[in-house]
């Protein structure tokens, strides 16, 4: 069974940048769609990107210009590159792979999920 650690959350003052690392214990992850949640205290896990196979990359309106999302393969990893960070993404991020079609947002689709890392945006 693939599993997923994710890893370089931290604290940041806002307008900072981090990049998160995704890592898979296994070469299959190659095969899934991955993407990256978060998880606000007292909020939904809610999507943040995915990047596909041949690299298409989808992002939430809430990311996009801000975020970039990466994989390479023949390291079994997956990166959130993150800029312009604003306290409103203070959350704990997780990556996963997407396991069924039917939604590219919604976590029911995904599975394998790792433990997360936690990010804090101060003011």
């Known amino acids: 069974q693939v599993q997923l650690e994710e890893s370089g959350g931290g604290l940041v003052q806002a307008g900072g940048s981090l990049r998160l690392s995704c890592a898979a214990s296994?070469?299959?992850?190659?095969?899934?769609?991955m993407g990256w949640f978060r998880q606000a205290p007292g909020k939904e896990r809610e999507f943040v990107s995915a990047?596909?196979?041949?690299?298409?990359?989808y992002y939430a309106d809430s990311v996009k210009g801000r975020f970039t999302i990466s994989r390479d393969n023949a390291k079994n990893m997956m990166y959130l590159q993150m800029s312009s960070l604003k306290p409103e993404d203070t959350a704990v991020y997780y990556c996963?792979?997407?396991?069924?079609?039917?939604?590219?947002?919604?976590?029911?689709?995904?599975?394998?999920w790792g433990q997360g890392t936690q990010v804090t945006v101060s003011s």
């Open positions: 996963a792979l997407r396991v069924d079609s039917r939604s590219l947002t919604a976590p029911g689709s995904y599975g394998y």
């Open positions: 296994e070469r299959t992850a190659s095969t899934y769609m």
């Open positions: 990047v596909t196979r041949s690299d298409n990359t």
